[in-house]
T-cell receptor
Framework: DAKTTQPNSMESNEEEPVHLPCNHS???????IHWYRQLPSQGPEYVIH???SNVNNRMASLAIAEDRKSSTLILHRATLRDAAVYYC?????????????FGKGTLLTVNP | GAVVSQHPSWVICKSGTSVKIECRSL??????MFWYRQFPKQSLMLMAT?????????EQGVEKDKFLINHASLTLSTLTVTSAHPEDSSFYIC????????????FGPGTRLTVL
């Protein structure tokens, strides 16, 4: 699986935007970029995913670089409930491999 | 989003006993479910991929005779930790794959296993 690189931790203030970066320089043409987050003592939660174009949903936005070697998850207004570990994962679409390989992710701390 | 439940949410057992953990997709059918294990302050590690009606596929280093997986229906997969030992104490999490256009995985809330 192509590897992703994320900062170990980031801090944000409540009600401010948060930009969580992810580098994936070895991404292949069929790899989708998935983001999940895990709150303490809970299972991961799907956040968003995309291929080439920027994506928006009710939780977040995903900005994908033109060369697809990096992406940024954007939380428009951080709340205390957004404090979690955020995982950026590449997964090839199609075929029979649907596995998700979790890295260490980014621990986001939100200050009140 | 799709809902996945796990039961029990936590369990404490004596060393040498077996523990069964259930994973259910509540509002969708899941032909593929996954089982993960997470030790404190570590990331999730995939243990096995469970396909309905067939044998599970285990990741390298995971003992299939110790971690028995059964996926008897499109909404239920079970993980049985046999002859549990203290080193098996961990957070076990399942996920289920949807067949929608997003083709995402939805995760259960996890089961905390403590082996005394």
């Amino acid at each position: 699986d192509a590897k992703t690189t994320q900062p170990n931790s980031m801090e944000s203030n409540e009600e401010e935007p948060v930009h969580l970066p992810c580098n994936h320089s070895t991404i292949s043409g069929t790899d989708y970029i998935h983001w999940y987050r895990q709150l303490p003592s809970q299972g991961p939660e799907y956040v968003i995913h995309g291929l080439t174009s920027n994506v928006n949903n009710r939780m977040a936005s995903l900005a994908i670089a033109e060369d697809r070697k990096s992406s940024t998850l954007i939380l428009h207004r951080a709340t205390l409930r957004d404090a979690a570990v955020y995982y950026c994962i590449l997964r090839a679409q199609g075929g029979s491999n649907y596995k998700l390989t979790f890295g260490k992710g980014t621990l986001l701390t939100v200050n009140p | 989003g799709a809902v996945v439940s796990q039961h029990p949410s936590w369990v404490i057992c004596k060393s040498g006993t077996s523990v069964k953990i259930e994973c259910r997709s509540l509002d969708f059918q899941a032909t593929t479910m996954f089982w993960y294990r997470q030790f404190p302050k570590q990331s999730l590690m995939l243990m096995a991929t469970s396909n309905e009606g067939s044998k599970a596929t285990y990741e390298q280093g995971v003992e299939k005779d110790k971690f028995l997986i059964n996926h008897a229906s499109l909404t239920l997969s079970t993980l049985t930790v046999t002859s549990a030992h203290p080193e098996d104490s961990s957070f076990y999490i399942c996920s289920a794959r949807t067949h929608t256009s997003t083709d995402t995985q939805y995760f259960g809330p996890g089961t905390r296993l403590t082996v005394l």
